[in-house]
């Protein structure tokens, strides 16, 4: 039982059987087909504006490619110090944006606080000697599994109004927070003030599809050339746009993000029972990050689960749940927390 990432189980039924059904036929390559041309007018519909959509696969393209135009090479992007462009993307985003920096911002909860943000934001802006701040990226939900409401976006978007900085937003799981808060797509992306979305689908259901979403069309026309040369303009772009169209369908994301949020949350509930279990960090969506005495760390490995335990604070794990996982084994883990809770009693 895997509770690692939302990474760890395959796709959806329902994106199989996109790709199956895209597969007969001939169709034009590099996204001059109308499967494509569709995802982008059904993405367009859903965020209820006239963005520039494009595909790629990973969500590491998706935030690089994205940030390579948002940032000249000698600017910076200030980010959350746990964020996923600044720890765990290789420096890609520093690759594809020529050398552009990538500055960590303090904030508790994953999040950006607004006084490091704002200090920063106006770092060595205009001064010869130093990088420019262009760009700022918040995670939507962050690394520790927290919604950013829309009056804290629309914060941070203040912050990049009053210094002239770009907003992009990694959703990597934007499903979660939209399940989580139960509004419009719009109203925690270009309402807010976000210029571009990364808009992930494989943790959610997808086999390898993301889309990057330009609210700001100006950014978008040099796009097309950075995606051909970073290795993302897919010639079979059909296969992709199934994936996506599948994906955004009879609100397949949300059904899938809603059951990943529900499950954590029972997982939650279960473990609040158990002794010696803490949680400093909220529980909102399909992550949690409880504190869990070391005995029963090494306790729950052994009884066959899988999840992170190393990254953190001493005792921090990290649980998360899919669009598939099942209920007996969150049922299964939080059993055996309890077990191993009496047993040391
Ligand atoms: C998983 C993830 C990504 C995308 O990672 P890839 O492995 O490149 O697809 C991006 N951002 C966040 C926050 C993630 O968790």
Redesign the pocket.
């Known amino acids: 039982m895997n509770f690692a990432?939302d990474?760890t189980t395959g796709a959806a039924s329902a994106v199989l059987d996109a790709i199956t059904a895209a597969n007969d036929g001939a169709r034009m390559p590099y996204g001059n087909d109308d499967l494509t041309q569709a995802v982008e007018r059904q993405v367009r519909e859903i965020f209820e504006t006239d963005a520039t959509v494009f595909l790629v696969?990973?969500?590491?393209?998706?935030?690089s490619l994205a940030l390579s135009v948002m940032t000249p090479p000698y600017g910076s992007v200030l980010c959350h110090w746990t964020?996923?462009?600044y720890e765990?993307?290789c420096g890609a985003p520093e690759f594809f944006t020529n050398g552009a920096r990538m500055v960590p911002v303090d904030g508790a909860q994953g999040k950006l606080d607004l006084a490091d943000l704002a200090a920063k934001a106006g770092h060595g802006a205009g001064d010869v000697h130093m990088l420019q701040p262009s760009a700022v990226s918040i995670?939507q939900?962050?690394?520790l599994g927290t919604v950013y409401a829309t009056d804290e976006i629309g914060a941070v978007a203040e912050v990049c109004r009053a210094r002239g900085l770009k907003l992009h937003m990694?959703g990597?799981?934007f499903a979660n927070a939209l399940a989580a808060l139960d509004c419009a797509p719009a109203d925690i992306t270009w309402k807010a003030g976000v210029d571009v979305l990364?808009l992930?689908a494989?943790?959610n259901g997808a086999l390898?599809a993301?889309a990057v979403v330009f609210f700001d069309s100006d950014l978008a026309a040099e796009f097309p050339f950075r995606r051909k040369r970073g290795g993302h303009l897919f010639s079979k772009m059909r296969l992709l746009a199934a994936q996506m169209q599948a994906y955004l369908t009879d609100d397949l994301w949300l059904a899938n993000a809603r059951h990943a949020n529900a499950l954590a949350a029972r997982m939650a509930a279960g473990l609040a029972e158990v002794p010696g279990v803490r949680f400093p960090i909220v529980n909102q969506c399909n992550m949690l990050f409880p504190v869990l005495p070391a005995a029963m760390i090494q306790g729950l490995h052994e009884a066959g689960f899988q999840f992170y335990d190393d990254r953190w604070e001493d005792g921090m794990v990290r649980l998360v749940c899919a669009f598939n996982t099942r209920e007996t084994d969150v049922d299964a883990f939080v059993a055996e927390a309890r077990r191993l809770a009496e047993t040391a009693a």
């Open positions: 990432s990474n696969a990973t969500g590491s393209a998706a935030n964020s996923h462009v765990d993307e995670t939900i962050s690394e990694d990597a799981r990364s992930g494989t943790k390898a993301e």
